[in-house]
C-alpha cells in the first residue's frame, strides 16, 4: 500500500538553491517538505573518504570519489567512468560534469566563486546581438544577488576601479581573503603584459562568520573543506530544519500529477526498496541541478503533458550550457609556491566584456592555486628516481608546477539537447539523461587567441613541459535546460523562475540561466532562487 505525505510547499532537490527556498520559506510560516534523491553526508566520513581516495582519481580531480553514487541515485564518476550523464556529439569531452547527488548538493565540493554576472551578460543579445537576453535585468537582480552574498557569507574585493567587475549598491559583507605566494607572484608577473588580475569573490569566511570559522587555508576546498569555513549547501538545508522544514532523503522523485487547469497537485517517489509515496502540496519547486531538472521534466511526461511538464515549448532539456575550458600546466623557471590560500583565489578579468563579443567569446582567465604536491610526486615516480634524487625532484615540481586555464562564455543553442536515454538505466530502471555537446562556433572563433593567451602567460614565468588540452574541458557550471524567457513559446520559465505551463511549479536552479558569462553560475543561481521565493511568498502569503 501506498503512503502519502502533504505540504504547503514542496521542494524537489536539497541542493544549495533548493535549501535557501526551503529556508526562506520555513522562515515566512509555511510547511516546508523536501525529497531529495541521494543520502545525508556527514563532513567527518567525507574527509576520511578524501583520505582513502585511489591516487589515479586524485591526480584527475575526480572530486565526486569522497561521494559515493547510491544505485538510486547516480551522480558522475569519472574513474572509472560510468557514462552518467551519457554524452554524444562534437564536443562529448566539454560536458563530462563533476556534480554529486545528496543533501547540499555539489558545494560540497566546489571552489565556493560567487561571481556576479555583469549587466550586459544579461541583456547579451540586446547589446550585441547574439545568444539571448534573460527575462529579468541585472538592476532587478542585484537586491537578490546582495541578499545571496549575505546569506552565503561572500568575501570580495570593494574596489570600484577594478575592470569588469560587477557593479554593486552594497559592500560585500567581508573584506577578501590575503592573497597566498602564488597569486602575489601572479598577479605581478601578469601585469608586465598588461593582464589585471583581481580577487575571486568566494564564499568563503575571511573572519568568523555566521557560526563558522575563518578559512586557514587547508586548500583542499575540492573536494571538501574539512573545517567548514566554505559555505555548503548543507548549512541552508539545516537552517531550514531548525524553522520546521522536513526533509526526506533517498527520495527519487518519477511523476508529477496535474489536474484540468494543468497544475501540479501531487509527485511521487521511490524510496531505494522501490515502494513508492505520493505527496501533495499547494506550490511545488524543482531545485534540482541542470542535469537532474529537465530530465525529471521529462520523465514526468502524463497524458496532460505528452511531451513532459513544462514542456509545451519544447525547451525542457535545450540550450545545455558550461563553460568549455582549456587547461595549460607547466614548470615555471622559479618556485610559485601553488597551495597557499584556498584553490581560487584571483582571476584576470580584462576580457570580460566588450565589442568583441559579437563575434567571439568573452573569456575568463586564471591560475589554479591548488597545491601540486601529488602532481609532482606522480611525475617523479614515472621518472624512475629514488631516494634524495626522488624527493629534490618532488620538492622542485611540487613549487615551480603551474596550471592556468582559459574559461570561455558559450551561446545558447537549442540544438545543445539533454533528452532520456534509450540504452542506460539506474537501479530503480529511471533513464539516464543523454546529453549532445557542441560548443559551437563563438566559442572556437575564441579559441586562438584564448591559447595565444595561455602561451605568453607561461613565457613569462619561463616555463617548460609545457602541456594544454588539445580539447575542450567541462566546469561543471551546468545552465540552461530549463531555459527563461517572455514568450511562453520558446522558453520554460519567467523572470520570476515560474514555469510557462503550470501556476504553481517553479524552477530553482541554473537551469534558467539563458547566457552563460565568463564566471561561476552559482551565485547567480541563488540570487534567481531568491526571486522564486519572493513570487511564491506574494502568492501563498498575500493573496
Not at 602532481?375 to 634524495?388: I, S
Not at 622542485?396 to 545543445?416: E, F, K, T
Not at 526571486?531 to 502569503?541: G, H, Q, T
Request: aromatic residues 8%.
Amino acid at each position: 500500500m501506498s503512503k502519502e505525505l502533504s505540504a504547503d510547499v514542496v521542494i524537489i532537490g536539497a541542493g544549495i538553491c533548493g535549501g535557501f527556498v526551503a529556508k526562506e520559506l520555513a522562515e515566512a510560516g509555511l510547511s516546508v517538505l523536501v525529497l531529495e534523491a541521494g543520502p545525508r553526508w556527514e563532513r567527518a566520513q567525507v574527509v576520511e573518504n578524501w583520505r582513502n581516495m585511489p591516487p589515479i582519481n586524485k591526480s584527475e580531480s575526480d572530486y565526486a570519489t569522497p561521494y559515493p553514487a547510491s544505485p538510486w541515485a547516480v551522480h558522475p564518476q569519472l574513474h572509472p567512468y560510468n557514462e552518467y550523464p551519457q554524452v554524444d556529439g562534437p564536443d562529448a569531452s566539454a560536458y563530462r560534469q563533476g556534480v554529486v547527488r545528496g543533501v547540499g548538493g555539489t558545494t560540497w565540493h566546489w571552489a565556493a566563486s560567487t561571481w556576479r554576472f555583469l549587466p550586459h551578460d544579461l541583456q547579451l543579445h540586446t547589446t550585441y546581438g547574439v545568444g539571448r537576453d534573460w527575462a529579468v535585468t541585472y538592476d532587478e537582480l542585484e537586491d537578490y544577488y546582495y541578499r545571496a552574498e549575505v546569506a552565503m557569507g561572500v568575501n570580495g574585493p570593494n574596489d570600484t576601479t577594478l575592470k569588469y567587475v560587477a557593479p554593486r549598491k552594497q559592500p560585500f559583507p567581508m573584506e577578501p581573503m590575503p592573497y597566498g605566494p602564488a597569486d602575489r607572484l601572479f598577479t605581478e608577473v601578469v601585469a608586465r603584459a598588461g593582464y589585471e588580475n583581481t580577487p575571486v569573490p568566494q564564499a568563503r569566511n575571511s573572519r568568523p562568520y555566521d557560526g563558522r570559522p575563518q578559512c586557514c587555508g587547508n586548500n583542499n576546498c575540492m573536494p571538501i573543506c574539512p573545517i567548514g569555513a566554505m559555505f555548503n549547501g548543507i548549512l541552508a538545508i539545516t537552517k531550514a530544519e531548525q524553522l520546521g522544514a522536513k526533509v526526506i532523503t533517498n527520495a527519487v522523485v518519477y511523476s508529477m500529477e496535474t489536474n484540468s487547469s494543468n497544475e501540479i497537485v501531487a509527485v511521487n517517489f521511490y524510496d531505494p526498496d522501490k515502494n513508492s509515496t505520493r505527496v501533495t502540496g499547494k506550490t511545488f519547486v524543482l531545485a534540482g541541478n541542470g542535469i537532474e531538472s529537465p530530465k525529471l521534466l521529462l520523465l514526468a511526461a502524463n497524458d496532460q503533458n505528452p511531451d513532459g511538464i513544462a514542456n509545451s515549448s519544447g525547451h525542457v532539456g535545450r540550450n545545455m550550457m558550461d563553460h568549455p575550458g582549456i587547461l595549460m600546466s607547466f614548470q615555471a623557471a622559479e618556485p610559485v609556491w601553488t597551495g597557499g590560500g584556498s584553490v581560487q583565489m584571483s582571476s584576470i578579468t580584462n576580457f570580460r566584456d566588450g565589442d568583441f563579443r559579437r563575434d567571439h567569446s568573452a573569456i575568463q582567465i586564471g591560475m589554479n592555486n591548488t597545491s601540486q604536491n601529488h602532481k609532482a610526486g606522480v611525475k617523479a615516480l614515472q621518472m624512475g628516481l629514488v631516494g634524495k634524487k626522488l624527493d629534490a625532484e618532488i620538492r622542485r615540481r611540487a613549487a615551480c608546477g603551474m596550471d592556468i586555464y582559459v574559461n570561455h562564455d558559450i551561446l545558447a543553442n537549442p540544438d545543445n539537447r539533454l533528452r532520456l536515454s534509450t540504452t542506460k538505466k539506474d537501479g530503480l530502471g529511471i533513464p539516464f539523461p543523454h546529453i549532445t555537446y557542441d560548443v559551437g562556433d563563438y566559442v572556437r572563433r575564441a579559441e586562438p587567441s584564448s591559447r595565444k593567451h595561455l602561451q605568453q602567460i607561461a613565457e613569462l614565468f619561463g616555463a617548460t613541459e609545457i602541456e594544454s588540452t588539445p580539447y575542450f574541458n567541462p566546469n561543471n557550471h551546468i545552465m540552461g535546460g530549463t531555459i527563461m524567457g517572455h514568450d511562453p513559446k520558446d522558453s520554460v520559465v519567467d523572470g520570476w523562475m515560474r514555469t510557462h505551463d503550470h501556476r504553481n511549479l517553479f524552477i530553482a536552479s541554473g537551469g534558467a540561466m539563458a547566457s552563460a558569462g565568463t564566471v561561476n553560475s552559482t551565485l547567480s543561481m541563488v540570487a534567481l532562487s531568491l526571486r522564486a521565493v519572493d513570487a511564491i511568498k506574494k502568492d501563498m502569503l498575500h493573496a
